[in-house]
């Protein structure tokens, strides 16, 4: 992982290649799980990985990298719903150097624009399953019992289609 911080092309497609395979085989055993198990939360889509392909990889490992992506994708069981966070660059920019993770200090501006810009095009189009998109640019659910509250409210009775959901005290 420091690698591709350090040098995105040369080692985009290692990066890429072990999160995709990683997730892969966390799907895989989650899937495996018990039948009755009520939910299951993940950080991540296996889906939204591709975004990161199209920004970091050059078009030969692209095309390789699609070709393992549409071998692995069909075993991929849907969530019930994915809870899309969204919030002002700026405001990405200041929660990672607060979270100051030293392969993350070389992280810019306009790199995260470009990657709210992918994940927007994404999601924008995205059915396959519900989609809660949540405006985080004001609000601290990690930190704020109150915020998170809200946010569980939403997640639980959000069914289908797709929602926007802007908290109150958002900008």
Do not use: W
């Amino acid at each position: 992982m420091e690698g591709f911080y350090r040098d995105p092309r040369k080692f985009g497609f290692q990066a890429q290649l072990f999160f995709l395979l990683s997730r892969y085989q966390q799907q895989k055993e989650l899937h495996q799980q018990d039948l009755f198990e009520q939910s299951t939360i993940c950080d991540y889509l296996f889906a939204k990985d591709q975004i990161f392909a199209q920004l970091n990889l050059s078009e030969d490992e692209l095309g390789l990298y699609e070709r393992v992506y549409r071998l692995l994708k069909p075993e991929i069981a849907k969530p019930d719903l994915v809870v899309y966070l969204v919030a002002h660059p700026k405001v990405l920019l200041r929660r990672i150097r607060i979270r100051n993770l030293a392969y993350e200090r070389r992280l810019g501006l306009e790199y995260l624009e470009a990657l709210i810009n992918a994940y927007s095009k994404f999601f924008f189009a995205y059915d396959e399953t519900p989609l809660l998109v949540v405006n985080t640019s004001d609000i601290d659910f990690v930190n704020n019992a109150e915020h998170f509250k809200a946010l569980l409210r939403e997640i639980e009775t959000h069914k289908s289609g797709t929602k926007h959901f802007i908290p109150l005290g958002s900008g």
